[in-house]
């Protein structure tokens, strides 16, 4: 097959009429150009130039093949041009955590956003800092924390995500089903269940329980959401979730979700990072991938707290 060394010769060669000059200006010797035509000419069959002794003349075979050299080159050359002119494909690396497993839910998506746009930066997902997301900020061990807790280090700065709010899920054949909103004594007699964290940094227990001096029956915290879901259908219990993450469970009916005291239980989940006076440009457009987002869509039949 024809090389983009045959195609520069015919050019190189049409335009000055010999092959002493082309070969100056290919910085080939004579000799060697020589041998790159008989090669090209070996290839198609055919003479590419008619020789006398002023100027080295085209045949047809040379012209048709000229014309499509000068368009390959010159694609190439633009190409080649524009490669050089651009800026580098940015590259690095992102840690992310949560403090909560159920927003590993929705963080893939967000995560398949960016990587369109850089897709030589890495992003990995330290599930060893799950629920701690903030020391680990500090400490150097993440980069970007989605956090709902308050951020009072005046070292890391946030950007807002999104609302949510807390609820009670229990059976639909439940005592407390027909209540507004449960109150931290509706829990007295009850078996509690939450995620798998300690009591301190749980919600249900920092804001309502023990503010009322009030203890569950008994408490049982669980890794998985699935766990918690059967365990309250199955009238085990009173769980504490997201209500968007609830949501699908109860569109399977079997389960109801209550509100947690009259004002219920809002969070504001944001994203939180290390302020520095430069950042990767990267990091930033993270930040805005996971702000757009969406989580899982709640119902209005949902959000009332009577569906099941």
Known sequence: MLEIRHLKLVAAVSEDGSLTSAARRLHLTQSALSHQLRDAERILGRPLFLRDKRRMRLTSAGERLLASAREILGQLDAAEREIRESQPEPEGTIRVSTECSTCYSWLPGAMESFQARFPAVDVQVVVEATREPLPALLDGRIDVGIVSSPIRNAGLAHEPLF???????????????????????????????????????????????????????????????????????????????????????????????????????????KAAWVRRRRSPAYLSEFIRCLARQTRPAVSALERSGTHG
Not at 228 to 256: D, F, H, K, T, Y
């Open 163 to 269: 609302h949510d709010e807390l609820v009670a899920i229990l059976s639909a054949g439940h005592p407390l089903r027909r209540k507004p909103f449960l109150t931290a004594a509706d829990f007295a007699d009850e078996e509690l269940l939450t995620y798998d964290a300690p009591r301190e940094e749980l919600t249900i227990f920092r804001q309502v329980l023990l503010p009322a001096g009030v203890r569950p029956r008994r408490w049982t915290p669980l890794a998985l959401t699935e766990a918690m879901i059967e365990m309250a259908r199955a009238g085990r219990g009173i769980g504490v979730m997201a209500r968007w993450a609830a949501a699908p469970s109860l569109r399977q009916g079997g389960l109801v979700a209550k509100r947690i005291t009259r004002a219920g239980l809002p969070r504001e989940w």
